[in-house]
């Protein structure tokens, strides 16, 4: 059953069509090609729980659901990983992912 999940970071959205049994790390893979940026310099963290999502799980195994809200952090130059920085409330630059 395919779903679609909103990934969000700073004033961009991304819709993100996807299966519940898909990894994250492959979740990420698709983002990378948007946000130029490897798998492994990226966190999600499901915004209903701000639990960080473990690569080596399917997104039904870790309760994200259809039109679930994840947040995107990037890992810095110095090794730590970005705050959550999301606009939930205002005009956002929005993509559209196929998983096809």
Same mark, same amino acid.
């Given at each position: 059953m395919a779903m679609y999940i909103?990934?969000?970071?700073k004033? $961009?959205?991304y819709f993100v069509h996807c299966d519940p049994s898909d990894t994250v790390l492959n @979740?990420? $893979?698709?983002?990378s090609c948007l946000t130029e940026t490897p798998p492994n310099n990226?966190? @999600?963290i499901l915004m209903d729980s701000y639990h960080v999502l473990d690569d080596g799980r399917t997104l039904?195994?870790?309760q994200v659901e259809n039109n679930a809200i994840l947040a995107l952090?990037?890992?810095?130059?110095?090794?730590y990983w970005e705050d959550i920085d999301i606009d939930m409330y205002n005009?956002?630059?929005v993509f559209d992912v196929d998983s096809n």
């Open positions: 909103r990934v969000k970071r004033r $961009t959205t @979740l990420k $893979t698709k983002l990226q966190r @999600l039904a195994q870790q952090t990037l890992r810095k130059r110095d090794g005009g956002h630059n």
